[in-house]
Nanobody
Framework: QVQLVESGGGLVQAGGSLRLSCAAS????????MGWFRQAPGKEREFVAA????????AYADSVKGRFTISRDNAKNMVYLQMNSLKPEDTAVYYC???????????WGQGTQVTVSS
């Protein structure tokens, strides 16, 4: 089992920045790809960003490209999402997720609320 705990959410004005953190614990963090997802009220959960174990090629949803940056520190078992130029439509609960391989994400955090005011 891998436990994931997100932090860093909050209320910010449009144009502002937030940095989300995800702390992983439990079985070894080694080898897991990590991702961030979000779910706005009344909407489906959607992919935001992902980073492989190696920290190499990252992936982003088109809606956040150029504004959000995913990174990880394997020595600290941490994953981060730097969010800049935030927009009201970025308001959602943000979830951290982990997977060893394939398409299915195996582990999820409890989420952290991000609210962007206009």
């Amino acid at each position: 089992q891998v436990q994931l705990v997100e932090s860093g959410g909050g209320l910010v004005q449009a144009g502002g920045s937030l940095r989300l953190s995800c702390a992983a614990s439990g079985r070894t963090f080694s080898g897991y790809a990590m991702g961030w997802f979000r779910q706005a009220p009344g909407k489906e959960r959607e992919f935001v960003a992902a980073i492989p174990w190696s920290g190499g090629t990252t992936a982003y949803a088109d809606s956040v490209k150029g504004r959000f940056t995913i990174s990880r520190d394997n020595a600290k078992n941490m994953v981060y999402l730097q969010m800049n130029s935030l927009k009201p439509e970025d308001t959602a609960v943000y979830y951290c997720a982990a997977k060893m391989g394939g398409l299915k994400w195996d582990y999820w955090g409890q989420g952290t609320q991000v609210t962007v005011s206009s």
